[in-house]
C-alpha cells in the first residue's frame, strides 16, 4: 500500500541516519579527546577504576617528592657526618703525635682546637630544609624522624601511607641542651675501654659547648704537662667515637640506598598504572580513525537514501496530472 500519510521508506531511512549521526559523533569525540572511555556515561566501571586510579598515581607522585625531600636530608646528615670521621681521624693522628718524645704539645693543642671548630660547623651546616639530625638545640631530643616512603590500597579499599623512621639518637653530634645526647658532647669512660679495667671512671669528652646539662670529666685536650696515660686515654676514648660514628654513617648509608630503591621503585609503578589505566580508556586510534572514514561514508548514503525515500512520495503527484 502506497500512502501520502506515512512514508515508511523516509522513516527507516531516517532511523538509520539518526543511528551513524549517533556513531560518528561518539568516534569524533573519541577522536578528539583519545580517549574511549572519557565520562562514566561511556563505561562506568571503566571510568571508575581509571579515576581512582589516577588519584592514586597523584598519591605517588606527592610521595616520590617527599622520598626527594628525605633523600636531600639523609644525603646532607652523611655528608656533613662523613667530614666529621675526616676530621675526627685527624684529632686521633694530632694525639698520636703528642705522645712522641720533644714535640710541642701545646702547638699540637692548637691545631686540635681548629678541629674542633671544624667540627661544630660541620654539624651546625648539616641543615636541609630546617631539618638538621646533627645539631640539637631543643630542650627534647630531636627523635624518630619519618621520610614518606609510599602510598598503599588495600584489596578491602583502605589506604595507608607507610615511613622510613630514622632514630637521630644514633646521628647527633652536639647537644646545646644535654651534653651527654651528642656523640662529641657525651662523656665517655677510658677505663671502660681498657684492657685491664681499674673500676675507676676516667671520664673523657671532645667537645664543651655550653650545654644547659653538661657532662662531667675531663676535655680532650693537651698541653705541655699531659703525661702518656691521659693521652693514652684521650686516644681510645676518640677510637672508640670513631667506630661509633662509623656506624652512625653506615646507618644513613643504608637509609639512602633504600630511599633510591623505594624512589626507583615508585617510579615504575607510576608508569605501570599508567600503562593499565590507558589499557581501559584510551581509544585505539588507528582503530577510531577507520571507523570514522567509514561512518561518514555511511553518513553521505544515509542522507541518499533518505533523499530517495523522500522523492518517492512526489512520484504520486504524475497520477493526478491530466
Given at each position: 500500500?502506497?500512502?501520502?500519510?506515512?512514508?515508511?521508506?523516509a522513516m527507516?531511512?531516517?532511523?538509520?541516519l539518526r543511528?551513524?549521526?549517533?556513531?560518528?559523533?561518539?568516534?569524533?569525540?573519541?577522536?578528539?579527546?583519545?580517549?574511549?572511555?572519557?565520562?562514566?556515561?561511556?563505561?562506568?566501571?571503566?571510568?571508575?577504576?581509571?579515576?581512582?586510579?589516577?588519584?592514586?598515581?597523584?598519591?605517588?607522585?606527592?610521595?616520590?617528592?617527599?622520598?626527594?625531600?628525605?633523600?636531600?636530608?639523609?644525603?646532607?646528615?652523611?655528608?656533613?657526618?662523613?667530614?666529621?670521621?675526616?676530621?675526627?681521624?685527624?684529632?686521633?693522628?694530632?694525639?698520636?703525635?703528642?705522645?712522641?718524645?720533644?714535640?710541642?704539645?701545646?702547638?699540637?693543642?692548637?691545631?686540635?682546637?681548629?678541629?674542633?671548630?671544624?667540627?661544630?660547623?660541620?654539624?651546625?651546616?648539616?641543615?636541609?630544609?630546617?631539618?638538621?639530625?646533627?645539631?640539637?638545640?631543643?630542650?627534647?631530643?630531636?627523635?624518630?624522624?619519618?621520610?614518606?616512603?609510599?602510598?598503599?590500597?588495600?584489596?578491602?579499599?583502605?589506604?595507608?601511607?607507610?615511613?622510613?623512621?630514622?632514630?637521630?639518637?644514633?646521628?647527633?653530634?652536639?647537644?646545646?641542651?644535654?651534653?651527654?645526647?651528642?656523640?662529641?658532647?657525651?662523656?665517655?669512660?677510658?677505663?671502660a675501654l681498657?684492657?685491664?679495667?681499674?673500676?675507676?671512671?676516667?671520664?673523657?669528652?671532645?667537645?664543651?659547648?655550653?650545654?644547659?646539662?653538661?657532662?662531667?670529666?675531663?676535655?680532650?685536650?693537651?698541653?705541655?704537662?699531659?703525661?702518656?696515660?691521659?693521652?693514652?686515654?684521650?686516644?681510645?676514648?676518640?677510637?672508640?667515637?670513631?667506630?661509633?660514628?662509623?656506624?652512625?654513617?653506615?646507618?644513613?648509608?643504608?637509609?639512602?640506598?633504600?630511599?633510591?630503591?623505594?624512589?626507583?621503585?615508585?617510579?615504575?609503578?607510576?608508569?605501570?598504572?599508567?600503562?593499565?589505566?590507558?589499557?581501559?580508556?584510551?581509544?585505539?586510534?588507528?582503530?577510531?580513525?577507520?571507523?570514522?572514514?567509514?561512518?561518514?561514508?555511511?553518513?553521505?548514503?544515509?542522507?541518499?537514501?533518505?533523499?530517495?525515500?523522500?522523492?518517492?512520495?512526489?512520484?504520486?503527484?504524475?497520477?493526478?496530472?491530466?
Open positions: 500500500m502506497t500512502s501520502i500519510m506515512t512514508n515508511a521508506a527507516a531511512a531516517l532511523q538509520t543511528s551513524i549521526d549517533t556513531n560518528l559523533e561518539t568516534t569524533q569525540r573519541r577522536v578528539s579527546s583519545g580517549y574511549r572511555v572519557e565520562t562514566a556515561s561511556d563505561n562506568a566501571g571503566y571510568w571508575s577504576i581509571a579515576t581512582t586510579m589516577r588519584s592514586d598515581n597523584a598519591a605517588l607522585s606527592t610521595v616520590a617528592d617527599a622520598l626527594g625531600l628525605g633523600a636531600a636530608t639523609v644525603d646532607t646528615a652523611y655528608t656533613a657526618l662523613d667530614n666529621v670521621i675526616e676530621v675526627m681521624s685527624s684529632i686521633k693522628a694530632k694525639l698520636v703525635a703528642a705522645s712522641e718524645p720533644g714535640v710541642d704539645k701545646n702547638k699540637i693543642n692548637e691545631e686540635m682546637k681548629q678541629l674542633k671548630d671544624q667540627l661544630i660547623s660541620s654539624a651546625q651546616s648539616a641543615s636541609f630544609s630546617g631539618e638538621n639530625w646533627l645539631y640539637n638545640t631543643n630542650t627534647n631530643a630531636l627523635g624518630t624522624k619519618e621520610v614518606v616512603s609510599s602510598f598503599i590500597r588495600g584489596a578491602d579499599g583502605t589506604v595507608q601511607v607507610t615511613t622510613l623512621d630514622f632514630d637521630t639518637e644514633d646521628s647527633v653530634l652536639i647537644d646545646t641542651q644535654d651534653a651527654s645526647r651528642g656523640f662529641l658532647t657525651k662523656a665517655i669512660d677510658a677505663d681498657s684492657s685491664a679495667p681499674t673500676g675507676t671512671a676516667r671520664d673523657y669528652y671532645l667537645l664543651d659547648v655550653g650545654s644547659a646539662t653538661p657532662v662531667t670529666g675531663t676535655e680532650i685536650a693537651i698541653d705541655a704537662n699531659t703525661d702518656t696515660a691521659t693521652l693514652d686515654d684521650m686516644i681510645s676514648v676518640i677510637d672508640d667515637l670513631l667506630g661509633q660514628l662509623t656506624d652512625s654513617a653506615a646507618t644513613l648509608g643504608a637509609i639512602t640506598s633504600r630511599i633510591q630503591m623505594q624512589d626507583n621503585f615508585v617510579s615504575n609503578l607510576m608508569d605501570v598504572i599508567d600503562k593499565g589505566v590507558g589499557r581501559l580508556v584510551d581509544a585505539d586510534m588507528n582503530e577510531e580513525s577507520t571507523r570514522l572514514k567509514a561512518l561518514q561514508t555511511q553518513q553521505q548514503l544515509g542522507i541518499q537514501a533518505l533523499s530517495i525515500a523522500n522523492t518517492s512520495a512526489e512520484k504520486l503527484l504524475t497520477l493526478f496530472q491530466n
